[in-house]
């Protein structure tokens, strides 16, 4: 039997495959709810939070962060939400890079990805 983490990477697989040959309006209600929540892990495991507001995901944060919540993922849900305070914030671009660092740090000790993974997959039960 295949564990959640297995069975979540086999569900990205099939949805970004969809994605890239048809786009994202192509995708049901749930599959994109799933993308959305996977681009926002990928982006932030590759490259952190700054990453994810400079590429086109992060210009779907709210909808993002409506996901998480409706699914009961407020850890990630709440990171977004100071990620994005401090991405729009008026500091230096040095200040909002440090503390940046600091959320993604917050983001890479603490994410529960089985737990994460586990919620998401509810979008498919």
Do not use: C, P
Not at 11 to 26: A, L, N, P, R, Y
Not at 75 to 93: G, P, T
Not at 104 to 119: G, I, R, S, V
Request: no cysteine.
């Amino acid at each position: 039997m295949k564990n959640t983490e297995d069975l979540y990477l086999e569900m990205t697989d099939k949805i970004i495959e969809k994605e890239s040959v048809h786009g994202i309006e192509v995708l049901s209600q749930n599959e994109r709810n799933f993308y959305l929540v996977d681009r926002l892990l990928m982006e932030l495991n590759n490259g952190g939070f700054d990453q994810y507001f400079l590429n086109w995901t992060g210009e779907h944060w709210q909808e993002t962060v409506s996901i998480l919540d409706n699914l009961g993922i407020s850890f990630l849900s709440n990171l977004v939400k100071k990620a994005n305070e401090i991405y729009r914030s008026d500091k230096s671009e040095d200040d909002i890079l440090d503390e940046l660092s600091e959320v993604d740090n917050e983001f890479y000790n603490n994410l529960n990805y089985e737990d994460t993974y586990e919620k998401v997959m509810k979008l498919f039960n």
